[in-house]
């Protein structure tokens, strides 16, 4: 109990803790977490009592995943590093903590780990527009994402994007050129800049924007990372728009999450001859989304009523893609 004793005396230390120890977005730590909060939860890892809520097998899973007790001394060095890095954690109840990731209830993430201006997550939901799409991306998505980018940073919105190359690059790269403000939501961690080909790029933003992870420092990127980020950059702002994407692109979970929450959703048209388009279409085409053909559309969507958009339930939370898409995402390098 030496560990848990010394580094998560409270509620901060133990969040920090549990995000080096549990993967992001998982259900039984995200279910405990919720009910008994973050030093319980930890606590409840070295024990081997029975959880409210969760079945026995799934305990047992869980705590052999989390496994503490094999990785003292590597959790506790961690911890210390992670100290001593001078990037920034933030919590529930913190003066920035974004409130809109409160939507996603069992889902929220443990942590924030940033570097940058923190104070842009406190910006009102509406203030924040996703971006995201095709990293293989046309050169006409490229533009209009530009264009959609730079149009709403220079009204005052904060861009967010996941950092990778194609669309969201585009993206973050005309906010900036615009004086605009961009934050990027990164699948490892925040000193860790991936994709390396954006690393000026992330470092600029990390100077005059954000960068923001759940993953806590020296993390890499994983496959289930960047489909776990995609909630955060749904759940962050009040619009998500899809510039292009392929029909197995992660960039359509962003917007079935989105969707899912209540949030906005737009989508790009393209040329039906362009495999980066047919996801965007598959949006139009199904009502996932609206039409978004200038900002000006984008800011009907994040002035639309919520109330008035189709109602989700929570705990059906991403699965209004699983009809054609579960299981189809593209690891991050594939995916268009």
């Not at 889902?107 to 990293?135: C, H, K, N, Q």
């Not at 109602?311 to 189809?328: N, P």
């Amino acid at each position: 109990m030496a560990v848990i004793a010394d580094l998560s005396p409270d509620e901060r230390s133990a969040r920090m803790l549990l995000s080096i120890l549990a993967e992001p977005d998982d259900p039984v730590t995200g279910r405990v977490l919720s009910r008994v909060g973050a030093v319980e939860t930890l606590r409840l890892v070295e024990d081997d009592g029975t959880i409210p809520g969760v079945n026995r097998v799934d305990t047992q899973v869980w705590r052999d995943r989390l496994a503490l007790p094999r990785r003292r001394e590597g959790v506790t060095e961690r911890m210390r590093g992670i100290g001593q890095s001078g990037i920034m954690a933030l919590v529930p109840g913190d003066e920035h903590w974004p409130k809109a990731l409160n939507d996603l209830g069992e889902r929220a993430p443990y942590v924030l780990w940033t570097r940058g201006a923190t104070s842009f997550l406190a910006r009102p939901m509406t203030d924040l527009v996703t971006i995201t799409g095709a990293r293989a991306a046309t050169a006409y998505g490229e533009h209009v994402a530009g264009d959609l980018a730079a149009d709403l940073a220079s009204s005052g919105h904060v861009i967010v994007a996941g950092g990778a190359y194609g669309i969201e690059g585009a993206a973050h790269r005309a906010g900036l050129a615009a004086g605009g403000d961009t934050i990027a939501v990164l699948a490892g961690g925040v000193d860790r800049p991936y994709p390396a080909g954006h690393g000026d790029l992330l470092r600029r933003i990390a100077d005059v924007g954000l960068l923001v992870s759940e993953l806590p420092p020296g993390s890499a990127p994983t496959r289930h990372r960047f489909l776990a980020r995609g909630r955060l950059m749904a759940a962050l702002s009040g619009a998500s728009v899809v510039a292009e994407a392929g029909t197995r692109s992660g960039s359509l979970h962003v917007a079935a999450h989105a969707r899912a929450l209540g949030r906005g959703v737009g989508a790009v048209p393209g040329p039906v001859t362009s495999v980066t388009s047919a996801g965007p279409h598959r949006l139009l085409r199904d009502g996932m989304a609206q039409l978004v053909t200038e900002s000006a559309d984008v800011v009907r969507l994040l002035e639309q009523d919520p109330a008035s958009r189709a109602k989700v339930r929570r705990s059906s939370l991403g699965s209004e893609f699983t009809y054609r898409h579960q299981h189809s995402a593209d690891p991050p390098g594939r995916s268009l």
